[in-house]
């Protein structure tokens, strides 16, 4: 989805690139750290994570207004292992 399309449908579509790090489902692994696997975790307004293999999600419903999102990189047992990034989004 473009933008524009986002925008008016109060969505917000964020997509990440992993290097080096073999997405795993931390279920599959009953979340035993491995070294080189991990997910992602996503977070809006300090709202539920989601925790998933999916290098691209999309958000919608979201209020008029700034919102933040929140990703970061997480080792099968959910612990931290990489990058955190923060991205600022306005919904018109």
Known sequence: MNPEHNAKEHAATVQVNVAGVEMVDPAAVKETPKEGQGHL???VDNGPVVATTATKLSFHD???GQHTIVVMLAGNDHSPVGPKTTL???VP
């Open 41 to 43: 975790h996503y977070q």
């Open 62 to 64: 979201l209020s008029p």
């Open 88 to 90: 600022n989004v306005t």
